[in-house]
C-alpha cells in the first residue's frame, strides 16, 4: 500500500486508529555501545512516519505523545516502535519530525535529479557514478545544470500504477522489494527523470533551494561517489564556514584566502620542533652509549647529516672532553657543513687550525673547544685525527 507520507509528503499530523501493539525489542547504538531496549511494535491504520527503505532512514516523530525511536516496513505494514503500549482501536495523534522530514525530502529528491543529470550512473544510498574519474569542470557543471533546475521551478509529481502497467517498464528501477504489496509509486521529475520510488519527496525542484556539489571520492570497482548536499544543508555548512573562517583571521591574522598557506606553516614549523626534539634525545643516547663502552678509548668521532650545532655540544658536554678528543661533523658527506673539535686545550689548540686547513673552513678555538665551517670532506681530518695527529 502507500501510506500517508507517500501520499502527501508535506503532512504534519494524522489521526488514525492502533491496528496491533505486541511487545518487541530495539537494538539501539548509543555512543558506539549497543543496547537493547524493551517496547513494543504499533500497526495503525495509516501513517505519516516514513518507514526506512529505499535508501532513506525512518522519521522520527511521537505517537500519541510518545516517542517513536523506530519506523520499519514489513510487508505492507509500517512498524512503529514505541516505550508504551496502546489499546487495539484506540484512536492516536502522530506527528512528524518536520525538519528532519523535510531535510530528507531535499537530499532524497537532489539525488533524483543529479543522478538524471549526470547520466553516469545509478542511485545507490549515495550516489554513485559509473566512471573511474570525472573530468575537470564536470562536476561544476553538474552544480550549474541542476541549480538551473531549482530556478525554473520544475515539477515533481507522484504516480501510483500497477504492477502489469505498461508505463512501468520506462522507468528507472532497482527492482522491487520481495516483500512489495500495493501499487508501483513513480517520482516524476517533469521532462528530467521518472524514477521508482518508496521515498518522501518536494512538490517542486523549488523547495531544494540549492545544490552544492563537495568533491568526489574513489569508489569501488573503478566508480566514483559523488558528495553533495542540498537544501537548509547548504545553509548551515555555509553558516559554519563562515564561522570557521572568523576563527581562523582571529588566530592567524591573515586574510581567508591565505588560511591555507598558513596553516601549512603552522604544520613545518611543528615538525620542525619535533624534529629537534629527536635530534636532542638522539645526541644524548649517542654520548651515553660511547660511555658505556669499557673500551671506549681516548677519541670519539662522528658525522650526521642532519646535525646542528647544538647537537654536537651536546654530545661533547655529555661524553666530557677533558680527556677525551672529539670530532663531530655535520651536513652533506662532501659538501659544505660545520665541524666540532673538542679536547683538552693544549690538544684542540694545536691541531685545530690543522684540521681548519684541511677542511678549507672557518672557525677559532677556546677552552677546549674549535667549532668552524667546512667547504670540503671531512675525512682527510677524520684520518690525520685517528692517526695522532700527523697527515
Not at 555555509?238 to 591574522?253: H, P, Q
Not at 620542525?272 to 638522539?282: A, K, P, Q, S, W
Not at 677533558?322 to 689548540?349: K, R
Amino acid at each position: 500500500m502507500a501510506f500517508q507520507c507517500q501520499r502527501d509528503c508535506y503532512m504534519r499530523e494524522l489521526t488514525t486508529r492502533v491496528v496491533s501493539c505486541s511487545p518487541a525489542e530495539l537494538q539501539l547504538e548509543n555512543n558506539g555501545k549497543k543496547e537493547k531496549i524493551k517496547g513494543f511494535n504499533v500497526t495503525v491504520k495509516d501513517t505519516i512516519l516514513f518507514p526506512e527503505g529505499g535508501g532513506q532512514p525512518d522519521d522520527h516523530g511521537t505517537m500519541g505523545g510518545v516517542q517513536v525511536l523506530r519506523v520499519t516496513r514489513q510487508g505492507p505494514d509500517a512498524v512503529h516502535f514505541v516505550s508504551s503500549g496502546l489499546e487495539e482501536g484506540q484512536e492516536v495523534l502522530l506527528k512528524v519530525d518536520w525538519e528532519r522530514r523535510f531535510d530528507h525530502m531535499q537530499q532524497h529528491s537532489a539525488q533524483h535529479l543529479i543522478t538524471a543529470l549526470a547520466d553516469l550512473g545509478r542511485q545507490r544510498s549515495s550516489i554513485e557514478l559509473d566512471t573511474a574519474r570525472v573530468k575537470s569542470g564536470e562536476a561544476e557543471a553538474l552544480e550549474t545544470a541542476a541549480n538551473e533546475k531549482i530556478r525554473s521551478r520544475v515539477p515533481v509529481n507522484v504516480r501510483l500504477l500497477s504492477l502489469d502497467d505498461p508505463e512501468v517498464e520506462k522507468v528507472r528501477s532497482r527492482g522491487l522489494p520481495v516483500d512489495h504489496a500495493g501499487p508501483i509509486r513513480i517520482i516524476d521529475i517533469e521532462g528530467v527523470d521518472a524514477n521508482m520510488c518508496c521515498g518522501t519527496h518536494v512538490s517542486n525542484l523549488s523547495h531544494l533551494q540549492a545544490i552544492k556539489v563537495l568533491g568526489m571520492e574513489k569508489g569501488k570497482k573503478n566508480k566514483t561517489n559523488l558528495v553533495f548536499i542540498a537544501g537548509n544543508r547548504v545553509l548551515k555548512y555555509a553558516e559554519r564556514s563562515y564561522n570557521t573562517e572568523k576563527s581562523l583571521i582571529s588566530l592567524f591574522k591573515v586574510r581567508p584566502e591565505e588560511h591555507v598557506q598558513a596553516v601549512d606553516k603552522l604544520q613545518i614549523e611543528e615538525q620542525l620542533n619535533t624534529n629537534l626534539v629527536l635530534l636532542r634525545d638522539m645526541a644524548v643516547l649517542i654520548a651515553r652509549n660511547f660511555k658505556s663502552k669499557p673500551d671506549q678509548g681516548n677519541f670519539f668521532t662522528l658525522h650526521y647529516k642532519d646535525g646542528d650545532n647544538e647537537f654536537m655540544n651536546i654530545i661533547a658536554n655529555e661524553i666530557g672532553f677533558e680527556d677525551t678528543v672529539i670530532f663531530l661533523t655535520v651536513g652533506e658527506e662532501t659538501g659544505e657543513g660545520m665541524f666540532l673539535l673538542a679536547g683538552p686545550s693544549s690538544v684542540v689548540d694545536s691541531l685545530g687550525p690543522r684540521v681548519m686547513e684541511l677542511l678549507h673552513g672557518k672557525g677559532a678555538g677556546k677552552n677546549g673547544r674549535f667549532p668552524g665551517k667546512s667547504e670540503t670532506s671531512r675525512y682527510s681530518a677524520d684520518v690525520m685525527l685517528r692517526s695522532g695527529g700527523t697527515y
